[in-house]
């Protein structure tokens, strides 16, 4: 049966795609229950490869069902058809994705991103104290609602730690995420404590919205492995980053997995816990961006806030796609150049 017809029985109008893959795709839907504009993940086991239906999706679908956190999105309705189609319900990001945000505005002020960082801190606290790592941190993934709250999305790598029976937790062994925010650890293909790897990928996220770049160039694996197994965090010469904030990325981008900084820690950093400042002695916005920045969906002419290739490439494997602003990558630079999600997308282009 069509999606839409399927959908509409149970109370929801399709509208536009906001992402499609070779065995999933992301819809923009109108509730009739909830009274508002959701997103609609469809994914049709019979194109899924079989290590993503026995291990990835089963896993998510758990992990969804039982995370409720004002900063993680609300995942309303989950159910299957007899076709074999999954259709998930969940709560819309309708000012896109965090990635796409910054490259159209920039670098962000400070006290936004201490707003929307501790978010996210507050979101893989939850997270971590239920045993859930998340394991594909990054932009993408980070929603922003009407308000600019910052919702974490895209659990389909996240898994539950599990103990031995002497109480020692099992270290991951499969590689996930992407490249420029995944820990040496990963990228060297050891074991690893996913939940100092969901603390790397944050300070990823943190230097990249205060200086609207990345840390790090993954053009060149080895090269980039050996500047993070020095320590060290070049900032651009053109920001100026507080010595409080780059003390906390020094502490969440350290190779030394017993010296990485953890999510409890995080949230008591002197930087997280600092009061907004006003140097104009006026009251300083901390719930978004000022209105020239915060422009309209329609401003933006409709882009869609998914990529539409989603996470799958053409053969069905699920992988990640780079989607690095670079090193110096500029707002002005992005736009005239073709959509750096893909390379060489007609479907996906640049505002």
Same mark, same amino acid.
């Given at each position: 049966?069509? !999606?839409?017809?399927?959908?509409?029985?149970?109370?929801?109008?399709?509208?536009?795609?906001?992402?499609?893959?070779?065995?999933?795709?992301?819809?923009?839907?109108?509730? /009739?229950?909830?009274?508002?504009?959701?997103?609609?993940?469809?994914?049709?086991?019979?194109?899924? @490869?079989?290590?993503?239906?026995?291990?990835?999706?089963?896993?998510?679908?758990?992990?969804?069902?039982? %995370?409720?956190?004002?900063?993680?999105?609300?995942?309303?309705?989950?159910?299957?058809?007899?076709?074999?189609?999954?259709?998930?319900?969940?709560?819309?990001?309708?000012?896109?994705?965090?990635?796409?945000?910054?490259?159209?505005?920039?670098?962000?002020?400070?006290?936004?991103?201490?707003?929307?960082? &501790?978010?996210?801190?507050?979101?893989?606290?939850?997270?971590?104290?239920?045993?859930?790592?998340?394991?594909?941190?990054? =932009?993408?993934?980070?929603?922003?609602?009407? !308000?600019?709250?910052?919702?974490?999305? !895209?659990?389909?790598?996240?898994?539950?730690?599990?103990? +031995?029976?002497?109480?020692?937790?099992? %270290?991951? &062994?499969?590689?996930?995420?992407?490249?420029?925010?995944?820990? @040496? $650890?990963? %990228?060297?293909?050891?074991?690893?404590?996913?939940?100092?790897? +969901?603390?790397?990928?944050?300070?990823?996220?943190?230097?990249?919205?205060? =200086?609207?770049?990345?840390?790090?160039?993954?053009?060149?694996?080895?090269?980039?492995?050996?500047?993070?197994?020095?320590?060290?965090?070049?900032?651009?010469?053109?920001?100026?980053?507080?010595? /409080? =904030?780059?003390?906390?990325?020094?502490?969440?981008?350290?190779?030394?997995?017993?010296?990485?900084?953890?999510?409890?820690?995080?949230?008591?950093?002197?930087?997280?816990?600092?009061?907004?400042?006003?140097?104009?002695?006026?009251?300083?916005?901390? +719930?978004?961006?000022?209105?020239?920045?915060?422009?309209?969906?329609?401003?933006?002419?409709?882009?869609?806030? &998914?990529?539409?290739?989603?996470?799958?490439?053409?053969?069905? $494997?699920?992988? $990640?796609?780079?989607?690095?602003?670079?090193?110096? %990558?500029?707002? $002005?630079?992005?736009?005239?150049?073709?959509?750096?999600?893909?390379?060489?997308?007609?479907?996906?282009?640049? @505002?």
């Amino acid at each position: 049966m069509d !999606d839409s017809l399927v959908l509409k029985k149970r109370g929801y109008t399709l509208g536009i795609s906001l992402g499609e893959g070779s065995y999933a795709k992301v819809k923009s839907a109108y509730s /009739e229950r909830l009274k508002t504009n959701v997103a609609i993940k469809i994914i049709n086991r019979s194109k899924a @490869p079989a290590d993503f239906l026995e291990k990835f999706l089963p896993r998510e679908l758990e992990i969804l069902a039982s %995370l409720n956190h004002r900063n993680i999105v609300k995942t309303f309705e989950i159910f299957e058809t007899s076709e074999g189609k999954v259709y998930m319900i969940m709560e819309l990001g309708v000012q896109g994705d965090l990635l796409e945000f910054i490259k159209f505005r920039g670098a962000l002020p400070e006290d936004f991103t201490r707003k929307l960082f &501790k978010q996210l801190s507050l979101a893989i606290q939850f997270a971590h104290d239920l045993d859930v790592v998340h394991r594909d941190l990054k =932009c993408e993934n980070l929603l922003l609602d009407k !308000d600019f709250n910052l919702k974490v999305s !895209d659990f389909g790598f996240a898994r539950r730690i599990n103990y +031995d029976d002497a109480g020692q937790m099992i %270290l991951s &062994k499969t590689f996930c995420g992407s490249a420029a925010y995944a820990a @040496p $650890e990963v %990228l060297q293909g050891l074991p690893y404590n996913a939940k100092v790897y +969901d603390v790397w990928s944050m300070g990823v996220v943190l230097f990249i919205m205060l =200086c609207g770049s990345m840390p790090y160039d993954d053009s060149n694996i080895k090269k980039m492995l050996k500047i993070q197994k020095e320590h060290r965090v070049d900032f651009p010469r053109s920001k100026t980053v507080p010595t /409080e =904030c780059k003390d906390l990325m020094y502490r969440m981008l350290n190779p030394d997995v017993a010296q990485r900084i953890e999510i409890d820690d995080i949230l008591e950093h002197v930087w997280v816990q600092s009061k907004s400042k006003s140097h104009d002695g006026s009251k300083r916005r901390e +719930d978004g961006p000022s209105s020239e920045a915060a422009c309209s969906k329609k401003e933006r002419k409709g882009e869609s806030s &998914k990529h539409p290739h989603g996470n799958e490439n053409k053969k069905g $494997e699920k992988v $990640e796609v780079e989607a690095e602003l670079g090193p110096k %990558l500029s707002v $002005e630079v992005y736009i005239s150049t073709l959509c750096p999600l893909c390379r060489d997308c007609s479907s996906h282009k640049s @505002p």
